[in-house]
């Protein structure tokens, strides 16, 4: 029996419902609105033509003199017969419109089809160009041609996102190959210091300890890389710690850590630092000033000058921080900000990784500031952050 049952054929799977498709829907809706409107448009019609026919004019006189004993024989005939034609010219009327509405509905579903197979034609092309394009042809545009209507209006904003994605692909795979290049070269550097050692037999002592610290050396610089990375991927990840913070107080904590190196370099540091209350993360601010700070004393000239300035400005706290340097061309300060970009003018002692500056943008963005660079007619670069106004809640708790 079991066997039996095997054999036999499956049960018919259930008739599947077409995909309700926008082209499907826009047949039924222009197919139903020219249904009703037929319907009613023969409905008048109809009435119409009752009235005109004997509707208002018959009836009543029928109804008034309908075979009384005073109406001639032949009278209350033709009115009968009057009423009967009439009723049937009514009867024969609603089928041929019945029948005219079934074939007009038809053809209304027909061409409604045709018509919004027409109108979507460009969402199709659009779709189509979409799915082929992927992450290795970014370079592709819709590019759709025809009037300026909302078709046009979503295709150009796709090749708009398209763009910015193309854009964001390059910076991605840029900043990945100089991360590759800035790890490798230290890894290569210690490599090579220690064959070196190892080829030679006659390595003393003190050259082994020089290697020693050549290597410490070159990890300090690689932890220095990789703390910024972090700080780096942390800032473009936003920010959910939203504390109050005086831009004051973290530029006069980073300075009093910072002042050995002003010495050293006899800098002249000049500061006018007001109170500038915000609402953010502390570590990330205290990020942003100290890197503005390393940028200032690191690509400044000997004996050059440092102005920071700290205070509110259309309550906004604003942190501006200015320095001599070699001259910058306008049109190159837009690239310190990317990671990894250095310019062959700026003095950076070859300790510089890079990343200072675009951790400043970052973090900029992480809590919606502004930032504003310029380069300083006489040398140098100066750059505004602009943070925006905190609550009257935090306000109050920074007060307190």
Not at 42 to 61: C, K, M, N, V
Not at 106 to 127: C, D, E
Not at 147 to 169: I, V
């Amino acid at each position: 029996m079991t066997g039996l049952a095997s054999q036999l054929p499956a049960p018919a799977s259930r008739l599947r419902l077409p995909r309700p498709t926008a082209r499907l829907r826009l047949t039924v809706l222009y197919g139903c609105l020219f249904t009703v409107a037929g319907a009613g448009l023969l409905g008048f019609t109809y009435w119409l033509f009752d009235r005109a026919t004997a509707g208002e004019q018959i009836l009543p006189a029928v109804r008034s003199v309908w075979c009384s004993k005073s109406t001639p024989a032949s009278w209350c005939q033709i009115e009968r017969g009057a009423l009967i034609r009439q009723r049937l010219d009514l009867h024969a009327l609603a089928d041929q419109s019945a029948i005219a509405l079934a074939v007009m509905a038809a053809l209304a579903f027909a061409l409604g089809w045709l018509v919004a197979g027409r109108v979507l034609r460009p969402l199709r092309t659009i779709t189509a160009t979409a799915r082929r394009i992927s992450a290795t042809s970014l370079h592709e545009r819709l590019a759709l041609a025809g009037p300026d209507d909302e078709f046009k209006e979503l295709a150009d904003t796709l090749d708009g996102l398209l763009a910015r994605l193309e854009a964001s692909f390059t910076a991605q795979r840029t900043f990945v190959a100089n991360a590759s290049h800035e790890l490798r070269t230290p890894l290569t550097l210690d490599r090579t210091l220690l064959q070196v050692a190892l080829r030679n037999p006659r390595t003393t002592i003190e050259q082994w300890r020089s290697r020693g610290q050549e290597l410490l050396a070159s990890g300090q610089q690689q932890e220095r890389i990789l703390e910024a990375l972090l700080t780096l991927a942390a800032s473009q990840a936003g920010t959910s710690r939203h504390e109050p913070v005086d831009l004051s107080e973290v530029t006069t904590a980073r300075l009093s850590t910072a002042r050995a190196r002003i010495q050293q370099r006899r800098l002249h540091l000049q500061t006018s630092l007001s109170p500038a209350p915000l609402c953010g993360d502390p570590d990330l601010i205290e990020r942003l000033t100290a890197n503005l700070l390393d940028n200032a004393i690191q690509h400044n000239t000997p004996a050059g000058t440092i102005d920071i300035t700290t205070g509110a400005s259309n309550g906004r706290a604003v942190l501006t921080v200015a320095n001599t340097g070699p001259l910058i061309p306008d049109e190159q300060v837009s690239r310190l900000f990317q990671p990894f970009q250095r310019l062959a003018v700026r003095n950076s002692n070859g300790n510089g990784h890079g990343l200072g500056l675009s951790i400043v943008a970052a973090v900029a963005t992480a809590h919606g500031a502004d930032v504003a660079a310029h380069a300083r007619p006489g040398g140098g670069l100066q750059i505004r952050v602009s943070f925006p106004s905190q609550p009257d809640g935090a306000a109050s708790t920074l007060a307190s």
